[in-house]
């Protein structure tokens, strides 16, 4: 073995990389001037892509398999290096190992309230978290775009990035989609991929792919949450004597917890919860004896709240309407007795010959006629 033979043996490198960490997206690889010996071995395994960066230049990427480094077999790095000599020598380039499998459970959420305009409450706010997923679609594009010279990039060094890209097109979505926010949760799965149909257009352009996207939650405000649950207890009362009493039997329950005060709190919500039950439903005393003519003065009670109406139909709701709209629906054979509804204080939704509310709007029309 001649002292070249020997010298071109010895300048041989086995070029791979093995991943043990959980969040290593880009790793370059270390070696002493960066020189890459003629002939060297590449292996890049599943789930990973090399890149080769040859004089501040992107020369090639190269997929899962086994390499051996050589001009025949490198086309671009040979016009790079203009290698037309005869003799084999070492060249200077680096290699950056890119991990082309998905991040998983990653989380996102909205840090600040979204606004948007609902069809049954109005001007609302509301907040929303989930699960996504990444994964590296383009090595070259995210190396240029994204990398750079880092020698070694994490995903945490981009999440906060896809997180804003996610919260912006998840308010985009909602905010245009028309879904009624007692809705959202039957939609969560609709929503999520329109939300990662219109992030795959962004992060295309970083070399990223968002395969999965999940909303696990979406939440309204304190206050908005405690109205709709006094809306709910309204629905449920029936009309609003039963709920004053409902109220004042809350009312008491709380001022029992308060050891301080808590037996005047109580005497007081249980009178101001019996002198409106009995103004309500028409008591005018403990014995039952029939009111006092009222005053002339006396304001009447506010009218009553009227239930709204949800129509589901081929996957898809409809509403809010008021009993009246139902009605007319009934008249023009667009809500029939199969129809599913739901309003507030339905525990699901139902066939409409089976809500008490809307089966008489259904005896107003007449019977189909006997066959013949």
Known sequence: ????????????????????????????????????????????????????????????????????????????????????????????????????????????????????????????????????????????????????????????????????????????????????????????????KLVAAAISQTVAQYGLAIPELYIENISLPPAVEAALDKRTSVGLAGDLGRFTQYSAAEAMTEAAKNPAGGGMAAGMGAGMGIAMAQQMTGQGGPWGAAPAAAPATQMPPPPPVEKVWHIAEGGETHGPYSKAAMGRMVRDGKLTRESHVWTAGLDGWLRAEDVAELAQLFTVMPPPPPAN
Not at 69 to 86: A, F, I, K, S
Not at 91 to 115: A, C, H, Q
């Open 1 to 192: 073995m001649g002292i070249f033979d020997f010298l071109t043996g010895e300048f041989i490198d086995v070029i791979h990389w093995t991943d043990d960490t959980r969040d290593t997206m880009v790793w370059r690889f270390q070696r002493e001037g960066h020189e890459i010996k003629y002939g060297a071995k590449l292996t890049v395994r599943e789930g990973q892509a090399a890149v080769f960066v040859h004089e501040g230049q992107l020369a090639d990427v190269f997929t899962p398999g086994l390499y051996m480094l050589e001009t025949n077999n490198m086309p671009v790095m040979t016009t790079l290096q203009h290698w037309d000599h005869g003799f084999k020598s070492p060249f200077k380039s680096e290699i950056y190992f890119v991990n082309t499998t998905r991040f998983n459970d990653l989380k996102w959420g909205t840090k600040n309230p979204i606004m948007l305009r609902d069809p049954e409450f109005g001007p609302t706010r509301l907040r929303a978290f989930g699960t996504y997923s990444v994964r590296v679609a383009d090595p070259a594009k995210f190396l240029l775009e994204i990398v750079g010279t880092d020698g070694e990039f994490t995903m945490d060094e981009i999440s906060y990035q896809i997180r804003n890209i996610i919260v912006q097109e998840f308010s985009r979505v909602v905010a245009s989609s028309g879904i009624p926010v007692l809705d959202m949760a039957a939609n969560t799965a609709d929503l999520g």
